[in-house]
T-cell receptor, first 116, second 113 residues
Framework: GAVVSQHPSRVICKSGTSVKIECRSLDFQATTMFWYRQFPKKSLMLMATSNEGSKATYEQGVEKDKFLINHASLTLSTLTVTSAHPEDSSFYICSASRGQGIGEQFFGPGTRLTVL | QKEVEQNSGPLSVPEGAIASLNCTYS??????FFWYRQYSGKSPELIMSIYSNGDKEDGRFTAQLNKASQYVSLLIRDSQPSDSATYLCAVNLRDTGRRALTFGSGTRLQVQP
């Protein structure tokens, strides 16, 4: 159990376009989902925390108007990178946790975004 | 002081040896601790969770927690080349007041055949 999927796995887009990334918990209900980005050879950077049905909590320095997060159901969260630019190119990874306590986070396989 | 600190490595061990990975954390009130493995270009994969002082064993992996010393470690017995990866320590830091885990920067392990 505890499988998280992400789609797409890889996307290449032109500068100025918007890209939507989906994160799904396949076999459990995720009370909380998290979005990270990771640059090559760097550590994970938490972007935002989202709870189903409420607004996401963004980390300091993360533009909420640029990185739109929607957590429409207990199994689906989406991250939309709006008006993407080359500096947004990165590895975006979601994770999900179940239950109300502080438990494990299960990661999706990640989405590699390249903005030309 | 970093909230969750790990030696970046690389830690190089011969095949069959024990690899010892260490992590310290800043908040004495932390209750949940996790080890993740991340292969290059892939997302992190949960290996172990530990909540109580002492050792927890799962196959070739043993997690050790010492809350008084604010120290958590991961031992990998009979290391294999396939264990070569970056190992991330993650802690739920109570003083951050949030549910998200705080990750260390990771230790790169190289197992030499």
């Amino acid at each position: 159990g505890a499988v998280v999927s992400q789609h797409p796995s890889r996307v290449i887009c032109k500068s100025g376009t918007s890209v939507k990334i989906e994160c799904r918990s396949l076999d459990f209900q995720a009370t909380t989902m998290f979005w990270y980005r990771q640059f090559p050879k760097k550590s994970l950077m938490l972007m935002a925390t989202s709870n189903e049905g409420s607004k996401a909590t963004y980390e300091q320095g993360v533009e909420k108007d640029k990185f739109l997060i929607n957590h429409a159901s207990l199994t689906l969260s989406t991250l939309t990178v709006t008006s993407a630019h080359p500096e947004d190119s990165s590895f975006y990874i979601c994770s999900a946790s179940r239950g109300q306590g502080i438990g494990e986070q299960f990661f999706g396989p990640g989405t590699r975004l390249t903005v030309l | 002081q970093k909230e969750v600190e790990q030696n970046s490595g690389p830690l190089s061990v011969p095949e069959g040896a024990i690899a010892s990975l260490n992590c310290t954390y800043s908040d004495r009130g932390s209750q949940s601790f996790f080890w993740y493995r991340q292969y290059s270009g892939k997302s992190p994969e949960l290996i172990m969770s530990i909540y109580s002082n002492g050792d927890k064993e799962d196959g070739r992996f043993t997690a050790q927690l010492n809350k008084a010393s604010q120290y958590v470690s991961l031992l990998i017995r009979d290391s294999q080349p396939s264990d070569s990866a970056t190992y991330l320590c993650a802690v739920n830091l109570r003083d951050t007041g949030r549910r998200a885990l705080t990750f260390g920067s990771g230790t790169r392990l190289q197992v030499q055949p």
